[in-house]
């Protein structure tokens, strides 16, 4: 019974490569999100969303492109990888965008 | 626009003792929201409190206590007779609309507490 869950944990690639990370969430909420973060920790927002509809895009590199075919699902297409795309990715859910977010376990990518 | 500052990079204290973890936050909404999270090692993200800008009342929660200072735009926290178990990654974090925009959530830089045996 897992609120926020993602796939696949762990994630290791060459450069150049296009992968994609899945989100889902069981806790009805109506709004999700993808959030990076860095090797020190830093916790950045990438993108958020609505129902369905992009509402917060942040300075991302459009190689970077999320996708919600339903109000639970969330995943983040990534093109062309680089090195700097090394990181952990959250995705997070809450109802509505003052509210609560609840975090998923973050995906670990390893670009080589 | 709006910035969470944890000037504490560092913290190690000996298991007992009490902490302070220090959050300072800048924002010009009069309608915000001040939240604290968790990052253990296994590397999970858990929501610990959320607070309104209209309620300045303080809270505790078993061994947790967060205070909230309007006027030094303060919400700090603090562990109670820490435990091996507080060993953490702490993250403030704030939610405002910025000036009319949507909601959006700034983290802080994070806190890494290391609590000794």
């Known amino acids: 019974d897992t609120a926020v869950s993602q796939t696949p944990k762990y994630l290791v690639t060459q450069m150049g490569n296009d992968k994609s990370i899945k989100c889902e969430q069981n806790?009805?909420?109506?709004?999700m999100y993808w959030y990076k973060q860095d090797s020190k920790k830093f916790l950045k927002i990438m993108f958020s969303?609505?129902?369905?509809?992009?509402?917060i895009n942040e300075t991302v590199p459009n190689r970077f492109s999320p996708k919600s075919p339903d109000k639970a699902h969330l995943n983040l297409h990534i093109n062309s990888l680089e090195l700097g795309d090394s990181a952990v990715y959250f995705c997070?859910?809450?109802?509505?965008?003052?509210?609560?977010?609840?975090f998923g376990p973050g995906t670990r990518l390893l670009v080589l | 626009a709006q910035k969470v500052t944890q000037a504490q990079t560092e913290i190690s204290v000996v298991e007992k003792e009490d902490v302070t973890l220090d959050c300072v936050y800048e924002?010009?909404?009069?309608?915000?929201?001040l939240f604290w999270y968790k990052q253990p090692p296994s590397g999970e993200l858990v929501f610990l409190i959320r607070?309104?800008?209209?309620?300045?009342q303080n809270e505790i929660s078993g061994r947790y206590s967060w205070n909230f200072q309007k006027s030094t735009s303060s919400f700090n926290f603090t562990i109670t007779a820490s435990q091996v178990v507080d060993s953490a990654v702490y993250f403030c974090?704030?939610?405002?609309?910025?000036?009319?925009?949507?909601?959006?959530?700034?983290f802080g830089k994070g806190t890494l507490l290391t609590v000794n045996p």
């Open positions: 969303y609505n129902n369905k509809e992009l509402i």
């Open positions: 607070r309104n800008s209209f309620d300045e």
């Open positions: 997070a859910s809450s109802q509505g965008l003052e509210e609560t977010q609840y």
């Open positions: 806790l009805g909420h109506d709004t």
């Open positions: 924002t010009r909404d009069t309608t915000y929201y």
């Open positions: 974090a704030l939610s405002d609309g910025s000036g009319g925009s949507n909601y959006k959530l700034t």
